[in-house]
């Protein structure tokens, strides 16, 4: 039922690791963010190397805002977490959206237009500091749906 807009959200947008928002079902949004972009920090020194080479800029940065760790490959692995992280709060609302219509198809929770603008309108309120179980409970309520 969804799948035409969880596809073109997975499509059309840059969101790395994005996706794993679905590996989730509650928990702050910040939180989330932070552990989704732990996990996919390269373990590896040739892939950090290889990511290093291209991403300079958020090694930079990474450096600047969380400090010098005094070692290069956890000055990589910052900085690739720090670019991960980026990432995904900067996709923040399609984040959400593909988490909301993910729950919506999987559950065959069928809205009308009107509670699918209702439900976009509320997701671009969210913050970092809101829980994924709100958003659950927020789709559940636009169809009067018992909470468990």
């Known amino acids: 039922m969804y ?9 059309n947008l840059s969101f ?14 910040g939180d989330i963010f932070t552990e989704i972009a732990d996990s996919n920090v390269d373990m590896y020194t040739s ?4 990511w290093g080479k291209s991403n300079l800029w958020y090694i930079d940065e990474a450096t600047k805002e969380l400090g010098n760790p ?10 690739q977490f720090y670019a991960y ?12 959206k593909y988490f909301a219509y993910t729950y919506l198809n999987d559950n065959e929770i069928k809205l ?3 509670e699918i603008e209702e439900l976009d309108d509320y997701l671009e309120t969210l913050d970092s500091n809101d829980k ?17």
């Open 3 to 11: 799948k035409d807009i969880l596809e073109e959200l997975k499509n």
């Open 16 to 29: 790395t690791y994005g996706e794993q928002i679905t590996d989730y079902d509650s928990g702050y949004i």
């Open 85 to 96: 992280e980026q990432e995904l709060y900067e996709n923040k609302e399609d984040i959400m």
């Open 70 to 79: 005094n070692d290069i490959i956890k000055q990589i692995q910052q900085g």
């Open 47 to 50: 892939d950090l190397f290889e």
């Open 132 to 148: 994924l179980e709100n958003i659950v409970d927020y789709c559940k309520d636009l169809r009067g749906y018992e909470i468990a």
């Open 112 to 114: 009308s237009d009107g």
